[in-house]
């Protein structure tokens, strides 16, 4: 006869949850890509990093973060922290099905299991995966679909996922008992567990290939969470030519001209950095948007974007940073924005006296506090709609984000659910995690090339070698910015007229050719304070970017071998 007579070791459980998870994943994303349905392992992951201290969370990006800087990741980090995020929360989920099916493995194991049957394999699907589904679903924000198909498609997974396992642990206990006629000694044979065990893998491998390709081949991720006829995460044409067209324009008046290797004035909105809470995508924006405004204001709206597009509007050229960014870092873009200023809103919604803030919240469930004092002194604090003259792409916040002056990232939501007036001032999602509670930007500068292929002479015949970055100081103008060459005395370099107040400063310097290693570091200057007569000099203590961002003088190392004369430009001095 046939039965489950042979107790199998834990460590099977976790070779087979190791195998058929990955499985698992693949319908899950295949549900993602075809039915706009939650891709669960990311949407846990999501709810996990929004559960942890804020103090762990941090450490885990800070440590991320280094990981892909010394990889070499560093000049597109946003999008290679989001790989990353999405890989270690697929190896999340992958874990905890190892753990758990080692776990059933190991309580059958408890219960002398004896019978070949589904039900348990469902049992333990189904308390793997309630747990889960409780605390993922809620916050699918990704996903369009109806709650209940949320759950039924997340349940049938988890159940088929657990029948799997248990069908595994049947196979590998199958034994036939036979009884020796001359010793009387029991004898049980077993199916050959290696080969099983590598026919389990193969079937799993292209389970989970085939699974992945048909996911891609389907459709992608981002086009659930577009409404219609919204942006999308890529760049129109139309778009692109205004891009082109301010850069052409703001070149055409001033003047200096940037050093080879310099960054773009203006960023490409497909290049604009993206730093959000999401590593599952991007949230789902239903078509029939409204923004409500309510709370502690005499006129309760629910504006459509339309409605908010028709108001008065203001536009600038505006560079935005994450307070995560290092000196340096890439996680800096400069572009125009559009959009009506607050104090506009103000006016029509009449706040109560008793209103002190505003609590905004994103569709991603981001939240931020904003002192309505603050929005009353300051006319350029905006609901921003436009990036470069056509609507927000989605990745960049569609329909609707703020705009706050010398301000990081951190105070400013994407994706805007709702506005609400509130009597006061709270912590924001940020802030909570001990971040810092204003983020005033840091005055920076940075060096983005120094151009050892384009060197040039002047008509003396010396050889000049063209040195070039940015200086930032939010709404602050830069006055000056001075290079120091080999630890020698800080010398003036040549500044660009930014594009507005609040964008980087581009400048240049030409230094006279020496042969050998050399260092170069940058400062800065921005304007006197108000009641100063002095230039402020950057912070130059090197300061990581927890709680206020980082600061520190940028340096730059190169090497100038001996000069061929065909290599250099003749200029006129």
């Known amino acids: 006869m046939q039965?489950?007579?042979?107790?199998?070791?834990?460590?099977?459980?976790?070779?087979?949850?190791?195998?058929?998870?990955?499985?698992?994943?693949?319908l899950f994303f295949i549900g993602e890509r075809f039915a706009n349905l939650p891709f669960l392992p990311l949407n846990f992951f999501d709810w996990m990093i929004r559960s942890l201290p804020g103090e762990l969370i941090?450490?885990?990006?800070?440590?991320?973060?280094?990981?892909?800087?010394?990889?070499?990741?560093?000049?597109?980090?946003?999008?290679?922290?989001?790989?990353?995020?999405?890989?270690?929360?697929?190896?999340?989920?992958?874990?905890l099905g190892v753990v758990t099916a080692?776990?059933?493995?190991?309580?059958?194991?408890?219960?002398d299991w004896d019978d070949?049957?589904?039900?348990?394999?469902?049992?333990?699907?189904?308390?793997?995966?309630?747990?889960l589904m409780a605390l993922a679903i809620p916050i699918s924000i990704t996903s369009p679909a109806p709650l209940w198909l949320k759950i039924v498609w997340a349940g049938l997974l988890f159940?088929?996922?657990?029948?799997?396992?248990?069908?595994?642990?049947?196979?590998?206990?199958?034994?036939?008992?036979?009884?020796e006629a001359n010793t009387g000694n029991v004898k049980t044979d077993g199916i050959d567990r290696r080969e099983f065990i590598v026919r389990v893998g193969g079937a799993s491998a292209t389970l989970t290939v085939v699974g992945v390709g048909l996911g891609n081949l389907l459709g992608s991720a981002n086009s659930s969470t577009t409404v219609a006829d919204a942006p999308t995460t890529d760049l129109a044409p139309e778009a692109e030519a205004t891009a082109e067209a301010v850069t052409e324009v703001a070149d055409a008046d001033a003047g200096l001209v940037p050093a080879p290797g310099t960054r773009p004035e203006i960023t490409p909105v497909r290049d604009h950095y993206r730093i959000d809470i999401l590593s599952s995508g991007l949230p789902s924006?239903?078509?029939?948007?409204?923004?409500?405004i309510t709370g502690l204001v005499a006129n309760e709206v629910a504006w459509s974007l339309d409605e908010i597009m028709e108001m008065p509007s203001q536009s600038e050229i505006i560079t935005m940073s994450c307070i995560s960014n290092r000196i340096a870092g890439s996680l800096i873009s400069t572009v125009k924005w559009t959009g009506v200023s607050f104090q506009e809103i103000l006016d029509r919604v009449e706040p109560s006296e008793d209103a002190m803030a505003i609590k905004i919240i994103g569709y991603d469930n981001f939240d931020e506090f904003l002192e309505l004092d603050m929005i009353r002194n300051d006319e350029r604090i905006m609901l921003a709609y436009h990036f470069d003259d056509e609507p927000l792409p989605l990745r960049n916040g569609f329909p609707l984000r703020i705009h706050i002056p010398d301000r990081y990232g951190m105070k400013q939501p994407k994706w805007i659910r709702s506005i609400e007036f509130v009597d006061a001032w709270e912590p924001g999602?940020?802030?909570?995690?001990?971040?810092?509670r204003d983020a005033i930007v840091n005055a920076v500068s940075v060096i983005d090339t120094v151009a050892t292929e384009d060197t040039f002479q002047d008509d003396n015949g010396v050889t000049y070698v063209p040195i070039g970055g940015m200086a930032w100081a939010g709404d602050r103008p830069i006055v000056s910015v001075e290079v120091s060459i080999d630890g020698g005395e800080w010398q003036a370099c040549e500044l660009r007229e930014a594009l507005s107040e609040r964008a980087w400063t581009i400048w240049r310097y030409d230094w006279a050719f020496e042969e050998g290693d050399h260092t170069v570091q940058i400062r800065a200057f921005e304007a006197a304070p108000e009641g100063q007569s002095d230039p402020l000099l950057q912070p130059t203590e090197t300061r990581g970017v927890r709680p206020?961002?980082?600061?520190?003088?940028?340096?730059?190392e190169f090497s100038l071998a001996a000069m061929e004369t065909d290599n250099t430009t003749e200029i006129e001095s």
């Open 159 to 179: 159940l088929g996922y657990g029948v799997a396992v248990g069908w595994a642990y049947n196979l590998l206990g199958i034994g036939t008992t036979t009884v």
């Open 429 to 436: 999602y940020w802030v909570r995690r001990s971040w810092s």
């Open 102 to 111: 080692t776990i059933f493995f190991w309580a059958l194991n408890q219960i």
């Open 58 to 95: 941090t450490f885990g990006i800070d440590t991320m973060v280094e990981l892909i800087i010394a990889v070499g990741g560093g000049d597109d980090l946003d999008a290679a922290a989001k790989l990353a995020e999405r890989a270690m929360g697929i190896g999340l989920f992958w874990g």
């Open 285 to 292: 924006i239903p078509a029939d948007y409204t923004l409500p």
């Open 116 to 131: 070949v049957s589904y039900i348990p394999g469902g049992i333990y699907g189904l308390a793997f995966g309630i747990p």
């Open 3 to 26: 039965a489950i007579n042979q107790k199998i070791s834990p460590l099977w459980g976790a070779v087979i949850g190791a195998l058929v998870s990955p499985v698992l994943i693949a």
């Open 548 to 556: 206020d961002g980082a600061t520190g003088i940028h340096d730059m």
